[in-house]
């Protein structure tokens, strides 16, 4: 958050121990995750094989193009960990569009909360590398082919793996925060003159960024797992 | 191509001189002032700090942080376009493997693209998180 420029109508509800900033942060963070939730059970409610609902057809539809998209990325069996995947598309997304509503803010628009989500991937990637191929094949994954520099192989990878939350919290945060500050800019200058609801023309085209953001931090870690576990590269050589 | 990128590092090269003339200028005046009327100690001091003019500070900021977004920009633009280019040919060569390409290519300009957002983020904090200003205004 950036002090100067007021994004929206902020609000946050008081939790001691917080700066405003991270109330607000909070505060929307939970007003997405409750949207979702309370969406997913009135879906849930109303579900059937035989005359799928409007909202269930959405659903479904975006669960299998991820699906689809995870198999063509990392061949075969690319589609696996998709409740992980899933729910982060679905979060991020929301979490990236919940600012169209007047008063929100988006939670990925904050550095910390990025960070967060980015650490879910980080651990998650070693994890799921070592239930594939097991603890001594994930290791000499790591050390490179020829054991007389693997040292060197296993530093670089080593920081080649921290340098992947950095990058995609960094990526969300300038996405979305860049683009809340061109809002607010291109709004302080319509109002200079005459209040023009200006904001109503530029919204549309952070639906775009919202959702290829989305689409990004969902498809790298599934990029990463692929890359811990040895997918597709059976099918290379 | 090539004529641009020198004609903006000739702008870039002629407006550093500049500055530092205003910057110069800025310091002499001060030392008149304090010249003229330095029977007491403390007016050099006070001098001394008025030596780095708020003034040239966020003036300096303000170009810094432009010609990062402009440079950055010029650099993304170029690369997305090569990646953009090699893809639609790749399309056009193998219409069929055209959904594999767009999700290739897109992976690739956002790479690409983050390097354009780090330079964002570095001048986001050049302008309105600068751990220094609160030393400048004081």
Known sequence: MIEGLPVGLEFGIPFPGLGFQDQVIFTNALIVMALIFISSLFIVRGISLKRPTRWQIILEGTLNWLANTMEETIGSGGSRYLPLIASLFIYVLVGNLISIIPGCVSPTSNLTHNLALALIVFFATPVVGIMHIGFKNFLKHRMGPVLALSPLFFVLETIGEFSRPVSLTIRLFGNIRGEEILIAVINKIASMIYYIPITVVILPLTLITGFVQAFIFALLPTIYFAGAAGWGEEEHK | ?138
């Open chain 2, 1 to 138: 191509m090539r004529k641009a990128l020198t004609i903006t590092l000739l702008i870039m090269m002629l407006s550093i001189p500049a500055t530092l003339t205003l910057a110069q200028e800025e310091a002499s005046e001060t030392e008149v002032t304090t010249h003229s009327a330095d029977i007491k100690q403390e007016k050099t001091t006070e001098a001394e700090e008025g030596e780095f003019s708020p003034i040239i500070y966020f003036m300096s900021i303000a170009v810094a942080s432009a010609f990062a977004m402009a440079i950055a920009a010029i650099g993304a633009a170029i690369s997305q376009a090569r990646a953009a280019v090699s893809a639609m040919e790749a399309v056009a060569r193998q219409p069929e493997a055209s959904g594999k390409i767009q999700i290739q290519m897109i992976l690739a300009l956002v790479f690409i693209e983050t390097l354009a957002i780090y330079t964002l983020v570095v001048v986001l904090i050049l302008l309105f998180a600068n751990p220094f200003t609160k030393y400048v205004v004081g």
